[in-house]
T-cell receptor
Framework: DQQVKQNSPSLSVQEGRISILNCDYT??????FLWYKKYPAEGPTFLISISSIKDKNEDGRFTVFLNKSAKHLSLHIVPSQPGDSAVYFC??????????????FGKGTLLTVNP | NAGVTQTPKFQVLKTGQSMTLQCAQD?????MSWYRQDPGMGLRLIHYSVGAGITDQGEVPNGYNVSRSTTEDFPLRLLSAAPSQTSVYFC???????????FGPGTRLTVL
């Protein structure tokens, strides 16, 4: 049973426009969410995170929105640049002890930003 | 700091062979983990460790062993390689479990 879902395997946008990547989760025990970016032949790198006590977190061109009632989060990239072309992974962490603190990853969304 | 390092970058094995994927971090992180990435499957947790001497299974542990004798090193052992273990393997570490993880560059393994 997939607890973190990224239902769009791929997304294509024009340079300068907004990219919106979506992520849904099913486990109500998740309380911390992260986005990672991955280029080919490299390891994932941390991009931005949000705690469940917030509904928005912003870092430069990247903003993550969290809707707890809908169990949905989204990553907005404005404006999109060709260098943003990568696979984006959504990840979530539980809020109880022991193994529930592990990160659970979605399957990723390939973003292509066209010049 | 070198961060998280992994060796080798590429490896080809024959079915039944064994090998060890190396992972080291120099950030004094307590938590280390191994993931595999397969097309359309995202990152799946194989094994993890919350500190030296402590390891536990993740989502897909079968066919793999780990040990954590030091804070810095977390090797992943394939006991008898199978074609189903063809994948890209990533090691990651974080200051504590659940915190932002820092990933190594990965090892691309092919089992023939």
């Amino acid at each position: 049973d997939q607890q973190v879902k990224q239902n769009s395997p791929s997304l294509s946008v024009q340079e300068g426009r907004i990219s919106i990547l979506n992520c849904d989760y099913t486990n109500s025990m998740f309380d911390y969410f992260l986005w990672y970016k991955k280029y080919p032949a490299e390891g994932p790198t941390f991009l931005i995170s949000i705690s469940s006590i917030k509904d928005k977190n912003e870092d430069g061109r990247f903003t993550v929105f969290l809707n707890k009632s809908a169990k949905h989060l989204s990553l907005h990239i404005v404006p999109s640049q060709p260098g943003d072309s990568a696979v984006y992974f959504c990840a979530a962490r539980g809020n109880s002890g022991g193994s529930n603190y592990k990160l659970t990853f979605g399957k990723g969304t390939l973003l292509t930003v066209n010049p | 700091n070198a961060g998280v390092t992994q060796t080798p970058k590429f490896q080809v094995l024959k079915t039944g062979q064994s090998m060890t994927l190396q992972c080291a971090q120099d950030m004094n992180h307590e938590y280390m983990s191994w993931y595999r990435q397969d097309p359309g499957m995202g990152l799946r947790l194989i094994h993890y460790s919350v500190g030296a001497g402590i390891t536990d299974q993740g989502e897909v542990p079968n066919g793999y062993n780990v040990s954590r004798s030091t804070t810095e090193d977390f090797p992943l052992r394939l006991l008898s390689a199978a074609p189903s273990q063809t994948s890209v393997y990533f090691c990651a570490s974080s200051p504590f479990v659940g915190d932002t993880q820092y990933f190594g560059p990965g090892t691309r393994l092919t089992v023939l």
